[in-house]
């Protein structure tokens, strides 16, 4: 055994040897063999001294001196000064790309071949703004098994100047650090967006109306306006009263202020206008221009600024499909909060026909001129009633106060970002008690739930800050112990386990939904205390630091809680099992013989009938068939996600309203609810990395794996969750991050080449091929994410 591992370190120190002989002279190589002679004639001394005699501690003298040789004949430590670190690209340089360098070794004029970067102590290291860049390092082993080359691979994403610092041996290499710079690229459609985005803009004709816009590359950097093509950007205009040619503008640009803006002077009448970057529309460049002559305008404004409107005589035409043979006389009055249609019975009592609130929840179209009545005719729709069509003389005073007043309720942006900050100063405004002094409770940790509703049923508690101390726990809470409290208690309340919210389905990523089956001990007070919980969580924001719950709430919840109205859309989120087995089938194929009535059939836990309701009244008589089959999912969705759970979602908002006021909420979508009540998906590389099962061991799958993480290290947020969806069949992940992901992350080679990556998202596994190049594979990764994380496909 011991002749054994003494051969092996001699075949070791044999390659050393020879390495280090590929860089010297002659001298040099004759001393190397001298002294492989005397390591060989002490090896077969000992094999001739047999076992019994052989001294282990003799015999290895010889191999450390042998050692000693090899380290000085190959002294890598000097490498970092003749080494040259060649560019790929010219500086500066556009992101976007898979960007390379070469770190080329040197010893004595000659090529220094190495096999591995661990054989020089290799370390390379990236910044871009002080934010590290992950860099792929291997041999460029292109033509022999060896190289003196070391290639350096990444993604260029970020604008801004690259510092490159290149180790060999903990010895900088010299013209270390190295600097480089990235510009932003193109302006990109789906980034680039309206400063302050509208879907309404009212002005006057008597002045020039500014549209300004932000130029954003594909990953977010801002462009800059002098490097910009301005004829790739235009507005397209129409009028809309009068039949007109659409006028096409050119946008100007502001080199001060980095910004683009388009300027026109308005005639008098409603537009519609559309804002291209290289024919697609940017965000928010879909928007109405109402121009109204400066008495109008000022009217308006008066009316807006005063809060004070007047009766608008109006002629109702039609109601969602049904017209009217003989319009239908009525007044219209807009406040802040809504726009009332009401007529007078014998010309007194005042009657209210429709209301609609002044909300993004509400949107209207000019429908043209009403030939009967000779008046400008505009519907009004929201989520929660039929559409109304009515003509009024009025007409264009009754859009602009309305779209004056939805401005003013928003902030003046339609933007998230504005949306959020005006959000906060409105509910700052709204609780200008702000924190009246704290309240300290004692909670236990083992029965959390309900020993904090005991420790809070006072309502002042919530308003004032909230110190927490768990029973049997020293210490006190300088924030931390309350920070963790909340955490935990948001994930209790919303945990399956607790009954209050559970999934539609067994998958461990689904969202969560009312649960209309709990056990009796849960009733509707933890509902109202989930509500005041989240609640606090806005309150929280909007006066400190930001707070946000650990949920994953349904997205017809989430829609109830703003008054949107849900139908059959929600079940692709919410109940994606149900979405694909049956709505999808029916919205693809014809119904007419599947004998199916406007009925839900209900049953228990044994598969036994329980119940059959009808969705409709008198549902049970009603077929479905191909012409109303939307209409009966329409009517399933508000069955199963809404009436099921009307109690719930009803307590959970007297508890939510007492913090935040209806109508300031319904501001925000039910995604833009999610992101402010749950914040924003940070998906950590690093804990992915940690959390994730690795099968493959080959050297080309650890390749590929290195190239890997390089790849995702370097993905934005967009692309990381394109990603997630692709593996796992949810952009979502669940409260403890990659760490409670059921099944783990799973990355296994796949024994094919320069494919693209298979996944199966019912194991949360993602399968490698080999690839021939780092660009490659980063390619065919971009192509699988972007075209592959719908659906359940895969591959």
């Not at 680039?192 to 500014?210: A, D, F, M, P, Y």
């Not at 809309?240 to 910004?259: D, F, H, Y």
């Not at 309900?450 to 726990?473: C, P, Q």
């Not at 112990?481 to 539609?504: A, N, Y």
Request: glycine letters at 6%.
């Amino acid at each position: 055994m011991m002749l054994q591992e003494l051969g092996n370190m001699k075949r070791a120190l044999l390659e050393e040897i020879v390495q280090a002989v590929e860089t010297r002279s002659w001298l040099y190589t004759r001393i190397c063999g001298g002294v492989l002679l005397i390591f060989g004639v002490r090896w077969l001394y000992a094999k001739f001294l047999r076992l019994n005699r052989f001294d282990p501690e003799n015999s290895f003298s010889a191999l450390d001196v042998c050692r000693a040789f090899a380290h000085y004949l190959k002294p890598s430590g000097n490498l970092a000064e003749s080494a040259k670190v060649q560019f790929t690209w010219n500086d500066p340089h556009p992101v976007g790309n898979s960007m390379k360098l070469h770190v080329k070794l040197y010893q004595r004029g000659k090529p220094y071949l190495v096999h591995h970067v661990e054989d020089v102590n290799f370390s390379a290291r990236a910044t871009c703004g002080g934010t590290p860049i992950d860099v792929a390092v291997d041999v460029a082993k292109e033509n022999s098994q060896k190289s003196n080359v070391i290639s350096l691979c990444f993604t260029a994403k970020r604008a801004g100047v690259y510092v490159f610092i290149i180790r060999i041996s903990d010895k900088l290499v010299s013209g270390s650090p190295f600097v480089r710079t990235f510009l932003a690229g193109s302006p990109d459609p789906g980034k680039t967006s309206v400063v302050q985005k509208l879907s309404t803009i009212v002005t006057s004709n008597q002045g020039h109306t500014q549209v300004a816009l932000d130029p954003f590359d594909e990953f977010e950097n801002r462009c800059c306006v002098d490097s910009l093509c301005l004829d790739d950007f235009e507005m397209t205009v129409t009028e809309l009263v009068r039949e007109c040619k659409p006028e096409v503008l050119q946008v100007r640009a502001s080199g001060l202020l980095n910004t683009l803006f388009f300027s026109k002077t308005f005639a008098a009448g409603i537009y519609a206008a559309c804002v291209t970057l290289k024919g697609r529309t940017i965000s928010g460049g879909k928007f109405k221009v109402i121009s109204l002559s400066a008495s109008e305008f000022e009217e308006v404004s008066q009316c807006v600024g005063q809060k004070k409107s007047e009766d608008h005589e109006s002629y109702i035409t039609c109601v969602g499909s049904e017209e009217y043979s003989k319009p239908k006389k009525v007044f219209a009055y807009i406040s802040s909060k809504q726009l009332v249609l009401r007529e007078f019975i014998l010309g007194l009592l005042p009657v209210r026909f429709r209301t609609f609130r002044v909300s993004l929840a509400t949107t209207f179209d000019y429908v043209g001129m009403n030939d009967k009545l000779g008046f400008p005719a505009v519907t009004f729709t929201d989520d929660n009633q039929a559409s109304v069509t009515f003509a009024s003389k009025d007409a264009m005073k009754i859009l602009s106060i309305f779209a004056m007043h939805l401005s003013k309720n928003i902030g003046g942006s339609e933007t998230f970002v504005d949306k959020q900050e005006f959000f906060y100063c409105a509910m700052r405004r709204h609780h200008n008690i702000s924190f009246l002094g704290e309240a300290r409770i004692t909670v236990d940790r083992s029965n959390l739930l309900s020993s904090s509703m005991h420790a809070l049923r006072g309502s002042y508690a919530w308003f004032k800050k909230i110190r927490v101390i768990f029973s049997g726990e020293p210490g006190l809470d300088h924030g931390g112990v309350s920070r963790e409290w909340f955490d935990l208690l948001s994930s209790k309340i919303f945990s399956p386990e607790t009954e209050l919210f559970v999934p539609f389905s067994n998958n461990p990523q689904a969202l969560v939904h009312p649960n209309p089956n709990r056990s009796p001990l849960m009733t509707l007070k933890f509902y109202e205390f989930a509500g005041k919980l989240a609640g606090k969580c806005l309150f929280e924001s909007s006066h400190s630091s930001k707070q946000f719950i650990k949920a994953r709430l349904s997205r017809s919840f989430l829609a109830q809680l703003i008054g949107l109205r849900v139908d059959y859309k929600f079940f692709e989120y919410d109940d994606p099992d149900l979405y694909v087995s049956k709505i999808k089938y029916i919205l693809n194929s014809s119904v007419n013989d599947l004998d199916l009535t406007f009925t839900e059939e209900e049953f228990d836990n044994n598969g036994k009938l329980v119940k059959v309701v009808d969705l409709v009244p008198g549902g049970k008589a009603k077929p479905v068939s191909d012409e109303n089959k939307i209409e009966y999912i329409n009517a399933l969705a508000r069955y199963r996600l809404v009436t099921k759970v009307k109690s719930e979602t009803q307590a959970f908002l007297k508890g939510f309203n007492a913090f935040v006021p209806e109508d300031l909420i319904m501001i925000f979508d039910e995604k833009e609810l999610e992101l402010l009540l749950c914040g924003v998906s940070e998906y950590d590389v690093k804990e992915l990395q940690k959390n994730c099962i690795v099968s493959g061991r080959s050297p080309k799958f650890q390749k590929v794996l290195r190239w890997f993480w390089t790849i995702v290290g370097n993905y934005t947020q967009e692309e990381m969750a394109r990603l997630l969806q692709f593996t796992t069949g949810s952009s979502q992940l669940p409260p403890g991050g990659f760490s409670q992901l059921i099944p783990k992350f799973q990355i296994t080679e796949d024994f094919s080449y320069n494919i693209l990556p298979k996944a199966h998202t019912c194991f949360n596994q993602l399968n490698l091929p080999d690839y021939e190049s780092f660009e490659k594979m980063e390619r065919c990764m971009l192509v699988a994410i972007k075209e592959g994380s719908e659906g359940f496909l895969l591959g």
